[in-house]
């Protein structure tokens, strides 16, 4: 059976167990979906246009609760998969996530020991290169890109000496490839190893290598070598312990992006998940107001549906209507305090830092709840 079909099965038998909140959809979208995925994407590279359809139907899915039905007012898939503290909904993507996942395939090639990783080697690379010629298989397709990523973004800590190609491996500060400019298509016939240059634990480089640089030359010398003989290590860079995991190779490809201010005041223990989403797309004015539907097209007579005198948008009935304006003026004097009610990010950030925890967090569940209440209300 085709794997979109598969899934688009299993997204139907899911919506019977939703309860029609978005947030639940995106939990049944990262647990089910992207669990049922995770072996073939660990092994196989999917091609673009069958990860675009799986995408389709998880997007889909996450808005209305059926693949075949597209809702026009949501936030972009791009923003929808970034994680939670840059104001995404961390939904895993699965373009993403085929990627991550070859991508620490890979690192265990280069790394492990065991003898599937040994026999690929033997089979796939050459000087620790990928072999210039084709071959025929299912699994390489999918990893041989990426050796050149894993490589540039790792780093080789010196043992024995025996894995590590001294002209092409990064085990100084760059490869002596780089230093010396040695063009990438002769890197395949330079097969001396690191462990050529060291005799009885100290350091013994080819004389025309020091005479060609002295400089280099003295800066690997300041290379420390283990005085019992170690194997080889290569070490990712980001990482605290050195080894490429699934959840920072996922991370990495995704980049880092700049640290949404009211993470933390929407996304916690205190507030259900189904009022802060209301939030959250408020937030980006992606809420299906009269507003947005006319931006996409539809024609349609705008009104506010509590005070009936302003066309809809969503700073009216929010913040500015006169109905709802008394909402925020009952709660302002309920509670003694003072809030700017201009707009959702000022009347979230606005309280931060003023009085104790457990009054900010009162505060900050009565606006977000206020804010479902009128959302609930208007429709």
Known sequence: MHPVSVITYVLNILDTFNTGVTMGRVQLVNAVICSMLTYSFHVYKWPSSLLSEVAKAMRNFIWSGSVDQKKICTVSWSQLCKPKKEGGLAVMDPVKLNQASLLHLTWQLLTSEESWAQLCKTRFLQNGRPKAHYITSSVWHGMKHNISLVLSHSKWY??????????????????????????????????????????????????????????????????????????????????????????????????????????????????????????????????????????????????????????????????????????????????????????????????????????????????????????????
């Open 158 to 379: 010196v043992g024995n000496g025996c894995n590590i190609n001294f002209w092409a491996d990064n085990w100084i500060e760059r490869t002596i490839a780089e230093h010396w400019g040695i063009p990438h298509s002769i890197l395949h016939s330079l097969s001396m190893k690191v462990f050529d240059c060291i005799v009885n634990g100290n350091w013994c480089l080819p004389a025309f290598f020091i005479n060609k640089d002295a400089t280099l030359a003295s800066k690997i010398q300041t290379v420390t070598l283990p005085v019992d003989p170690l194997s080889d290590k290569l070490m990712w860079k980001s990482a605290t312990d050195g080894e490429l995991s699934h959840k920072i190779a996922y991370a990495f490809l995704n980049g880092t992006g700049k640290r949404a201010p009211w993470i933390n005041l929407l996304w916690n223990t205190y507030i259900p998940p189904s009022r802060a989403s209301i939030t959250w797309r408020l937030l980006y004015n992606k809420l299906p107001i009269d507003e947005n539907l006319r931006k996409r097209g539809c024609s349609i007579v705008s009104i506010c549906c509590f005070c009936m005198n302003h066309s809809e948008t969503s700073q009216h009935i929010f913040f500015t209507c006169p109905v709802t304006f008394q909402l925020w003026k009952w709660l302002c004097k309920g509670a003694y305090l003072s809030l700017d009610c201009s707009n959702c990010l000022t009347l979230l950030l606005g309280r931060i830092g003023v009085g104790s925890k457990m009054v900010q967090q009162t505060m900050n569940f009565a606006i977000i709840h206020t804010i479902w209440v009128i959302w609930i209300e208007r429709n």
